[in-house]
Nanobody, 115 residues
Framework: VQLQASGGGLVQPGGSLRLSCVAS?????????IGWFRQAPGKEREGVSC????????YYTDSVKGRFTISRDNAKNTVYLQMNSLKPEDTAVYYC????????WGQGTQVTVSS
């Protein structure tokens, strides 16, 4: 499995960004969970959001509920994270993640929220 993430950048507080992650590999024939973790400087990596490839059920950590939306395009094997109303505390490296019997990680993409 390979995960290719993109879409990070610098944005002002209150702004928006959309992260994308393209998954490839034989695992895509099975049901899996895919989503995003993030790691801020000096902090542990935390789960942000994920979505099931089969039924589309979603999970959000409390701090992003109502601001972030995860979605998927199965035809493109792509998962998106729409991030609105961004706050400075959202600043982190965001990692695409996929779980099927084990964890798979993509490279990180930096999100910086600052005026």
């Amino acid at each position: 499995v390979q995960l290719q993430a993109s879409g990070g950048g610098l944005v002002q507080p209150g702004g928006s960004l959309r992260l994308s992650c393209v998954a490839s590999g034989s695992v895509l024939a099975y049901d899996y969970a895919i989503g995003w973790f993030r790691q801020a400087p000096g902090k542990e990596r935390e789960g942000v959001s994920c979505i099931s490839s089969s039924d589309g059920s979603t999970y959000y950590t409390d701090s992003v509920k109502g601001r972030f939306t995860i979605s998927r395009d199965n035809a493109k094997n792509t998962v998106y994270l729409q991030m609105n109303s961004l706050k400075p505390e959202d600043t982190a490296v965001y990692y695409c993640w996929l779980y099927l019997y084990r964890n798979y990680w993509g490279q990180g993409t930096q999100v910086t929220v600052s005026s």
